[in-house]
T-cell receptor
Framework: DQQVKQNSPSLSVQEGRISILNCDYTNSMFDYFLWYKKYPAEGPTFLIS???IKDKNEDGRFTVFLNKSAKHLSLHIVPSQPGDSAVYFC????????????WGAGTKLIIKP | GAGVSQSPSNKVTEKGKDVELRCDPISGHTALYWYRQSLGQGLEFLIYFQGNSAPDKSGLPSDRFSAERTGGSVSTLTIQRTQQEDSAVYLC????????????????FGQGTRLTVV
């Protein structure tokens, strides 16, 4: 039973445009959500997070939106740059899992020049 | 150390041999995770440690896989009688835990160990 789902295995976006990566979850007890970015041959690195008391968190070109009623979050990258090409993982945690991170399968983002 | 350290970075082994992969978490991080990523696949959870105990071993794919953590720090993932399907990048991550005054759930990853079974 996948508690965190990233339904798009890949996404291709033109440089300069907005990239929107989506993540759905099933456990309403999750209260903390994170996005990670992974380049080939490297470990994932933390990008941005949001707690369940917020619906938006912004950091430079990156914004995460949380819709608790829909159990959905999204990562917006504006404007997209070639260096953003990577695999993006969504993760969630909550008190009932003792804050163990539960991961999505990842979305490969390709930024076209 | 400053970050999560994994060794070796690359390991080529013959089918049927045992391998040990090591993870040195960030000092003070009581939570430790092992994952693996096969070619073209997402992160596959293997095991989660809280201190020296493993409350969640549900991801270990078979009894050939085991992991331990001693002193609440270094962890070793052991794969016995390796098979070709074990070939993957094995990633370790660590984080603070609930109860720590600076707690947040951000996990920090090592660079991974690329295991190739031939």
């Amino acid at each position: 039973d996948q508690q965190v789902k990233q339904n798009s295995p890949s996404l291709s976006v033109q440089e300069g445009r907005i990239s929107i990566l989506n993540c759905d979850y099933t456990n309403s007890m999750f209260d903390y959500f994170l996005w990670y970015k992974k380049y080939p041959a490297e470990g994932p690195t933390f990008l941005i997070s949001i707690s369940s008391i917020k619906d938006k968190n912004e950091d430079g070109r990156f914004t995460v939106f949380l819709n608790k009623s829909a159990k959905h979050l999204s990562l917006h990258i504006v404007p997209s740059q070639p260096g953003d090409s990577a695999v993006y993982f969504c993760a969630a945690s909550g008190v009932d899992s003792n804050y163990q991170l539960i991961w999505g399968a990842g979305t490969k983002l390709i930024i076209k020049p | 150390g400053a970050g999560v350290s994994q060794s070796p970075s690359n390991k080529v082994t013959e089918k049927g041999k045992d391998v040990e992969l090591r993870c040195d978490p960030i000092s003070g991080h009581t939570a430790l995770y092992w994952y693996r990523q096969s070619l073209g696949q997402g992160l596959e959870f293997l095991i989660y440690f809280q201190g020296n105990s493993a409350p969640d071993k549900s991801g270990l794919p078979s009894d050939r896989f085991s992991a331990e953590r001693t002193g609440g720090s270094v962890s070793t993932l052991t794969i016995q009688r390796t098979q070709q399907e074990d070939s993957a990048v094995y990633l370790c991550a660590s984080s603070l835990s609930p109860g720590d005054p600076n707690f947040n759930t951000e996990a920090f990853f090592g660079q991974g160990t690329r295991l190739t079974v031939v």
